[in-house]
């Protein structure tokens, strides 16, 4: 299993982002997909969650509203779209799965909002 993260950088409040995270190495369309974020001295927290069909979405309290989870079965892709972005919402950003019981994280991509 491989979970590579991407679209990462620095925005000012109020700006955008798109995330994306690239898998591989298992099959995509049958596993639910999650964003995590892990800000400096806290610890990861879920942002959002996309069952594997991508009929089924949850959000943390805090993005709600403001972040949208979706997921491409074909290109094997689950994408994190940002608006609104606010200086609490700096962290890396960790794609996630778990496959037979066993939890996979990608490397993690930077988000820094910030004027």
């Known amino acids: 299993v491989q979970l590579v993260e991407s679209g990462g950088g620095l925005v000012q409040p109020g700006g955008s982002l798109r995330l994306s995270c690239a898998a591989s190495?298992?099959?995509?369309?049958?596993?639910?997909m999650s964003w995590y974020r892990q800000a400096p001295g806290k610890e990861r927290e879920l942002v959002a969650f996309?069952?594997?069909?991508?009929?089924?979405?949850k959000y943390a309290e805090s993005v709600k509203g403001r972040f949208t989870i979706s997921r491409d079965n074909a290109k094997n892709t689950v994408n994190l779209e940002m608006n609104s972005l606010n200086p609490k919402d700096t962290a890396v950003y960790y794609c996630?799965?778990?496959?037979?019981?066993?939890?996979?994280w990608g490397q993690g991509t930077q988000v820094t909002v910030s004027s």
């Open positions: 996630c799965t778990t496959v037979n019981i066993r939890v996979y």
């Open positions: 190495g298992f099959t995509f369309s049958s596993y639910a």
């Open positions: 996309i069952s594997s069909a991508g009929g089924n979405t």
